[in-house]
């Protein structure tokens, strides 16, 4: 049976990433059975990372978000390491790959500043073309989605996107422009261990792009062989947790099996 690899993040009362943890402060249930891990490692690990940016009308509007969000995702280039590999996809009237996947930081920001507005928000069907897009790269996976959130003309529906996204391991930091936060931003937060934010106003982007960026440097591996059956099919429910009160942990829900 194959190892099951689980990203987890671990945030104190301020949010902050809690450092120095061994293998032992954690414990892992596959549908609610415990579950020995066999597989630990904390630190600085190979990064490939989707930056999913909207870049339509609604965003280059009087409000001016996409160049807010285009300042933005400079700063978070800017955050990750030499090592770290980067893409960016443009979402407007056709869903772009901008940049492709590379540790070539001055061609992500090249690529950034050449978008400007175009076309509505496929945003569901953007978001699943990322995730694929990132899925095969190796290391740990993110997507950084930047977005006012409305989505226009996708032809999958919100529900079926949070469902490819659990079938997939790659954490989902989406950030909503605006004044509102659709609710699926935290649907796919929750769904593969990232994070949602709001930034209703310019100033509160930058903070979040650069804690998505410090939350990614600090992260735990935990890997494990399947206490089940091997012929056990379907979805498999994980859950995460360290035995400190004052600690959260935030990892994938869980996978599917063939």
Same mark, same amino acid.
């Given at each position: 049976m194959?190892?099951?690899?689980?990203?987890?993040?671990?945030?104190?009362?301020?949010?902050?990433?809690?450092?120095?943890?061994?293998?032992?402060?954690? %414990?892992v249930s596959e549908d609610g059975t415990r579950q020995a891990i066999t597989a630990f490692a904390a630190g600085e690990f190979p990064l490939a990372v989707a930056i999913g940016l909207d870049r339509s009308f609604s965003m280059g509007d009087k409000s001016n978000r996409l160049g807010v969000a285009k300042s933005a995702a400079r700063t978070f280039v800017g955050a990750l390491r030499?090592?770290?590999?980067?893409?960016?996809?443009?979402?407007?009237?056709?869903?772009?790959?901008?940049?492709?996947?590379?540790a070539d930081h001055g061609a992500v920001l090249a690529a950034i500043d050449r978008l400007d507005a175009w076309g509505t928000t496929p945003l569901y069907d953007a978001a699943l073309a990322a995730?694929?897009?990132?899925?095969?790269?190796?290391?740990?996976?993110?997507?950084?989605?930047?977005?006012?959130?409305?989505?226009?003309?996708?032809?999958? %529906?919100?529900?079926?996107?949070?469902?490819?996204?659990?079938?997939?391991?790659?954490?989902?930091?989406?950030?909503?422009?605006?004044?509102?936060?659709?609710?699926i931003f935290a649907e796919l937060a929750a769904a593969t261990g990232g994070r949602s934010f709001h930034a209703p106003e310019p100033r509160d982007l930058?903070?979040?792009?650069?804690?998505?960026?410090?939350?990614?440097r600090f992260q735990y591996l935990l890997g494990y062989v399947?206490?089940?059956?091997?012929?056990?099919?379907?979805?498999?429910?994980?859950?995460?947790?360290?035995?400190?009160?004052?600690?959260?942990?935030?990892?994938?829900?869980?996978?599917f099996t063939r």
């Open positions: 194959n190892l099951v690899e689980v990203y987890a993040t671990v945030t104190d009362r301020q949010g902050g990433p809690v450092t120095g943890l061994a293998a032992t402060d954690f %414990a030499k090592s770290d590999q980067v893409m960016v996809v443009a979402i407007g009237g056709e869903i772009d790959v901008a940049a492709p996947l590379t995730l694929d897009a990132i899925q095969s790269a190796g290391g740990r996976r993110a997507l950084v989605l930047l977005s006012d959130g409305t989505d226009r003309y996708s032809d999958m %529906a919100a529900a079926d996107l949070v469902d490819q996204a659990r079938r997939r391991d790659v954490l989902i930091y989406p950030i909503a422009l605006g004044r509102a936060r659709p609710p930058a903070p979040a792009m650069t804690a998505i960026a410090r939350e990614l399947p206490s089940r059956a091997a012929s056990d099919a379907g979805w498999h429910a994980i859950d995460v947790t360290v035995d400190r009160p004052e600690m959260r942990v935030r990892a994938r829900e869980g996978y």
